[in-house]
């Protein structure tokens, strides 16, 4: 059974660097044609793709953010880690991780969603 | 860009609702994929490759494209819509740049 959580803080201030991890589980990010993306959902909005980190260590990211992003995996192959600098009210969204397992790029599994408020 | 329409669309359950997203360039159908996402909850897998359904979907659940590889046109068909089919419905596109597209989402209201 492949599950995702996300992890973080709920609020942050402007300007700040938000941190989230995702913790996975039922695959390996070493799996031919895995990857982890990251989602995000402002309130009232669409869907918006950020990041995707690949099973051969290719990390994609959207271009109208990819200055502010950064997507690491860490050694135990358990955990994908976003992070987004200059956080900013319009930054104020529900960020979801979910998992991508084969060529036609689709997300089967997602986390629940992390709401992340940015105020002062 | 990936526009869906109708924005709204208000039916009554056991109606069949038809969802269109269309594309502003050629998209390739093996990578056209739909979600459904009610409030609260993570978005959900339904089609993947434009026709085909993800593991547990129910068949009354449909996809369509413009043909065989790619196009511009694709349908979400939901065959006599149940209670619990009303939600937001997104598609989405991967390749190309960005990687991933998702349209502005079609709401399905009772």
């Known amino acids: 059974q492949i599950t995702l959580k996300e992890s973080g803080p709920t609020l942050v201030k402007p300007t700040q660097t938000l941190t989230l991890t995702c913790t996975f589980s039922?695959?390996?990010?070493?799996?031919?044609?895995?990857?982890v993306g990251w989602v995000r959902r402002p309130p009232g909005k669409a869907l918006e793709w950020l990041a995707l980190t690949y099973w051969d260590d290719d990390d994609q990211y959207s271009p109208s953010l990819k200055s502010r992003l950064t997507v690491t995996k860490d050694s135990s192959n358990s955990h994908v880690v976003l992070t987004m600098t200059n956080m900013d009210p319009a930054d104020t969204a529900t960020y979801y991780c979910?998992?991508?397992?084969?060529?036609?790029?689709?997300?089967?599994?997602w986390g629940q969603g992390i709401l992340v408020t940015v105020s002062s | 860009v990936l526009t869906q329409s109708p924005g709204t669309l208000s039916l009554s359950p056991g109606e069949d609702a038809t969802l269109s997203c269309r594309a502003s360039h050629l998209v390739n159908s093996e990578h056209l994929s739909w979600y459904q996402q009610k409030p609260g909850q993570a978005p959900k897998l339904l089609i993947f490759?434009?026709?085909?359904?993800?593991?547990g979907i129910p068949d009354r659940f449909s996809g369509s494209g413009s043909g065989r590889g790619s196009g511009t046109a694709f349908t979400l068909t939901i065959h006599r819509v149940e209670p619990e089919d009303f939600a937001v419905y997104f598609c989405?596109?991967?390749?190309?740049?960005?990687?991933?597209?998702f349209g502005q989402g079609s709401k399905l209201e009772i």
């Open positions: 979910a998992h991508r397992q084969d060529g036609s790029g689709s997300f089967h599994h």
């Open positions: 039922g695959f390996s990010l070493s799996d031919f044609g895995a990857g």
């Open positions: 989405q596109q991967y390749g190309g740049s960005p990687l991933y597209t």
């Open positions: 490759g434009a026709s085909n359904r993800a593991p």
